[in-house]
């Protein structure tokens, strides 16, 4: 019997469906004006984007432009591209321009779909960011959909790390701007690090789309974007921690897989205790409790962390002697990415490398703060309606699916389900020696990169010829993606989520037109491609003949959207596929979550060794344990979010106060009330309120003034006056310090006592801002115990985050005026000196960029040379290579300056 929900949708439809109905008319519109774009020459494409350019800044709202800019935009791409846009295309990039995520199966062609709202709103003359989740998809969708745009008279620009400023600064100048998550928020942190307007990159946040949006909205949201300085080394100490972490047994220690999260037990504690006094770690007389101790049991904790919870091949990969974080998502190596509070910094003493030292935060954000910037947000992905409700809470953002082009023809089985992991994985080898032997193509998913050289071992037994697809051939991910849908390959992935290239039945043609074109440079394009296409078809109608495309999942991820990736691989555009999950009651998901349960059911029913249980109650019960894993995470980010919010509204009165100093021409005015305001401080600290003259401190207050002003007034002798009060000698005090300022701003000239102000004010923010987000940390590791004493942590830390604020703006004002008080004009000998060494460090920094673009020619994303003379391995965009060096030490890279006036600056 049919449900009411049921009947009801079958009757009325669902929401989706009728908001997918409400935007026909506007394809329709689309459909009848392309006979007139087809009429238009080339030129005339670019001369109509600059009609509705000027219809636009008439008033013309983007809304009313937008059938006649689809319209144009899907010609330019049939031209460019040989890609006429389907309806349903049409349909999702109506849905971004609104702010929505388009939900798209694989192979509907979303980076085509990208391409119109893009252009759109680019119209505006605003920023137009698309995010992709790799710098190599970012580069080819930049080169690729920039053939589009070019057509229409629009630019393209694409970001990357190592990037240098020029080139980045031009790539965010351009109409629309392709990058990273990383690459924008990390940009956005730089820019609000920068001393002045003309070397910020980023031009605002106006409209973005986010390819693979669930990927990086959701599965990255979990970790904040970090800019972050070399600190102290304690090597020593981790070294030494780590070689007690083996000895460590299992009373000793609490594992929660479902948490992740592993603690001392008593008996651990007293063990490390014992064991840290024997190496003289902890000294005599102080326990593991005392608070004197809290640093060294932070980094106890994080060797027993990196011993028990982190695992090699799984969490992370060793590669050229560096621990890689490899991202459980998509089983791609975070190059550059680093754990935080000292765990890296564990593991790597785990595995034997050398230990780069702890780092210090410059500037942080998370994702779900930076995208927040842009006036409106879109994203596209292939799997976004289970976390719909963590979308419409956190970013506003609705979740529409979008019809598939051609029906969707695939057979998804139901789960077979082993009693063990052995069972499982010779199930698996036969299955996949079936379908090899009729010549389907086989997609094999797994979860751990150990897991898929496991299946590869058993299948090289069989001698069945595969690819391997995981972090160690992360260079050749496309290539491999690419050729998967070929007759009888076999190809073993590491998590498919976002690989962003499709896997065609026969073959991606686009890939070996280009490879044979590499081959051979003199053959000519066209004839290269007509041969191929003749190929590739008959190839093609074998794959068919086969079943398509099968995909095989070895194990369930604890998320149902990398699943469904996995799954939507097969039959994409209406091709035939199958897929199936092959799992057993020894996997992680099952064994966390209540396998017990299932293992007693298979005995009652007496199942046979390599038997499997195949039913649709397998399925919902595996399904629920999924949502449960889902919903915890979301509450993870949630709450991760609820503590970064209370940041956010600092760092925005940060950053633009930071931008409105950088906008001013005169600063005086700001300089002088800081001045006052430090003034009256003094007066009221010596000279109380409602206190007679002879209480008054005015030698202290004397004293104060020199130390903190650089001002020495007469205090006594104003104070001794007949009928003076205080307010008196503030006035006073005012026109001191004013006049004190007048003479110090004509031996400099007025315009460069504008510049050192301005410079002075940006250099203090920035220190004040660092020395704040280290206090934030620590009183973030510490308030959860408030919970203890029944009061709420998240009030607690806003309480007192607030307070450190106005802190840190009270020491803003000494600094900037003690700063500004103890400044002088440098001696001509001394100018001549300082002018020298710049000449030096410019020579040495322009040979060594020269020697560098020799060297790698072809290579944009090459990181800058060392200057000559810089410490062996030092690179100027990567502070962990720079040693360790002390305030007034010379500088790592060479220029002869200490460190404190050259990259110290920052660090």
Not at 154 to 171: F, H, I, L, S, W
Request: glycine share 8%.
């Amino acid at each position: 019997m049919l449900g009411i929900g049921t009947v009801t949708k079958k009757v009325f439809g669902t929401r989706n469906d009728r908001m997918v109905k409400k935007v026909r008319p506007i394809v329709n519109r689309i459909n009848e004006l392309e006979p007139d774009f087809e009429g238009l020459t080339d030129e005339g494409l670019k001369e109509k984007t600059q009609e509705f350019i000027r219809r636009h800044q008439q008033g013309e709202s983007l809304d009313d432009l937008l059938p006649e800019a689809f319209a144009n935009c899907r010609e330019a791409a049939r031209r460019a591209l040989g890609l006429r846009a389907f309806n349903v295309q049409l349909v999702g990039g109506i849905f971004l321009h609104r702010g929505n995520i388009a939900e798209m199966k694989t192979g509907e062609g979303k980076t085509l779909v990208a391409t119109f709202p893009a252009y759109l709103n680019a119209l505006t003359g605003k920023a137009v960011h698309i995010v992709t989740v790799n710098d190599y998809l970012a580069k080819r969708d930049a080169e690729w959909m920039g053939k589009v745009f070019a057509a229409l008279g629009m630019t393209t620009g694409c970001v990357y790390p190592y990037q240098g400023d020029v080139e980045k600064r031009a790539a965010y100048a351009a109409d629309i701007t392709y990058g990273t998550n990383n690459e924008f928020g990390f940009d956005y942190l730089r820019d609000n690090m920068k001393s002045e307007l003309k070397d910020m990159a980023q031009r605002g946040h106006y409209f973005a789309i986010v390819d693979e949006v669930d990927s990086i909205l959701i599965d990255e949201a979990r970790t904040p974007l970090i800019i972050s300085g070399p600190s102290q080394d304690r090597s020593e100490l981790y070294k030494t921690l780590d070689a007690v972490a083996p000895e460590l047994v299992e009373e000793h220690y609490k594992l929660d897989e479902k948490t992740r999260n592993v603690t001392f037990t008593e008996e651990g504690n007293e063990f490390m205790e014992s064991r840290l006094h024997e190496l003289g770690i902890l000294p005599e007389g102080q326990s593991m409790y005392d608070p004197e101790s809290t640093t060294i049991v932070h980094h106890a904790q994080q060797a027993l962390r990196a011993h028990k919870l982190f695992l090699k091949d799984r969490d992370y990969i060793v590669r050229d002697g560096e621990v890689m974080l490899i991202d459980e998502f998509t089983g791609r190596m975070m190059r550059g990415r680093r754990l935080s509070d000292g765990l890296h910094q564990a593991i790597e003493a785990k595995e034997g490398v050398t230990i780069q030292p702890e780092n210090v935060t410059l500037a942080s954000v998370t994702f779900q703060n930076y995208f927040r910037l842009y006036d409106t947000l879109a994203g596209m992905t292939g799997t976004a309606a289970t976390e719909a409700e963590e979308f419409m809470q956190i970013y506003g953002l609705g979740v529409v699916e979008i019809p598939t082009n051609m029906p969707i023809a695939r057979i998804d089985e139901h789960d077979a389900v082993y009693r063990t992991g052995d069972e499982k994985n010779n199930a698996i080898v036969e299955t996949i020696r079936e379908a090899h032997k009729r010549g389907q193509p086989l997609l094999v998913g797994t979860t751990s990169i150990e897991k898929s050289e496991i299946l590869s071992e058993l299948l090289k037994k069989e001698k069945i010829e595969h690819n391997v697809l995981n972090a160690r051939h992360h260079e050749q991910e496309a290539k491999i993606v690419a050729e998967a849908g070929r007759y009888g390959a076999v190809t073993i992935a590491t998590n498919m989520a976002g690989r962003g290239t499709d896997i065609q039945l026969g073959g991606n043609v686009e890939m070996k037109v280009m490879e044979a074109l590499d081959a051979d440079p003199n053959a000519h394009p066209d004839e290269v491609r007509q041969k191929i296409e003749a190929e590739h078809a008959d190839e093609k109608r074998r794959v068919l003949a086969a079943g398509g495309l099968f995909v095989l999942g070895t194990e369930r991820h604890e998320s149902r959207r990398i699943d469904n990736q996995l799954r939507g691989r097969s039959g994409r555009q209406g091709d035939p596929g199958r897929s199936a999950f092959f799992l057993s009651l020894q996997d992680d998901l099952m064994r966390i979550f209540g396998s017990e349960r299932l293992d007693k059911v298979l005995s009652t029913l007496g199942m046979q060794e390599g038997e499997a249980i195949m039913h649709p109650w397998v399925n919902k019960s595996l399904e629920k344990a999924q949502a449960k894993v889902e919903g915890r995470n979301f509450d993870i980010r949630k709450q991760l979010l609820k503590f970064d919010d209370v940041m956010n509204e600092q760092r925005k009165v940060i950053f633009s106060q930071r931008r409105e100093i950088m906008e001013a021409d005169d600063l005086s005015d700001i300089v002088q009330d800081m001045r006052q305001q430090v003034i009256d401080d003094l007066v009221e600290q010596y000279m109380p309120p409602k206190s007679y003259a002879d209480q008054w401190d005015t030698q202290g207050l004397n004293n104060a003034l020199i130390e903190q002003l650089n001002l020495d007034a007469p205090v006594a002798a104003w104070a001794d006056e007949e009928g003076v009060d205080d307010e008196d000698i503030r006035e006073r005090l005012y026109t001191a310090a004013d006049e004190a300022m007048a003479a110090k701003a004509a031996q400099f000239g007025p315009e460069a006592m504008r510049t050192v102000e301005k410079q002075v004010l940006l250099q203090t923010i920035d220190t004040k801002w660092r020395e704040h987000l280290l206090r934030l940390e620590h009183l973030r590791s510490v308030i959860g115990f408030r919970g203890y004493a029944q009061r709420d942590p998240l009030n607690e830390y806003k309480t007192e985050a607030f307070a450190l604020f106005e802190s840190l703006l009270n020491g803003l004002r000494e600094d900037v005026s003690q700063k500004l008080g103890m400044i002088r004009p440098l001696t001509e000998d001394e100018q001549a000196e300082m002018m020298r060494q710049m000449a030096e460090q410019q020579a040495r920094l322009d040979a060594a960029a020269a020697a560098g673009r020799a060297a790698h020619p072809g290579l944009p994303g090459s990181p800058p040379a060392a200057p000559e003379g810089a410490v062996e391995g030092f690179d100027e965009t990567r502070p962990e290579t720079w040693g360790n060096p002390g305030r007034n030490d010379p500088c790592p890279c060479g220029s002869g300056k200490k460190f404190k006036h050259c990259h110290g600056q920052l660090a």
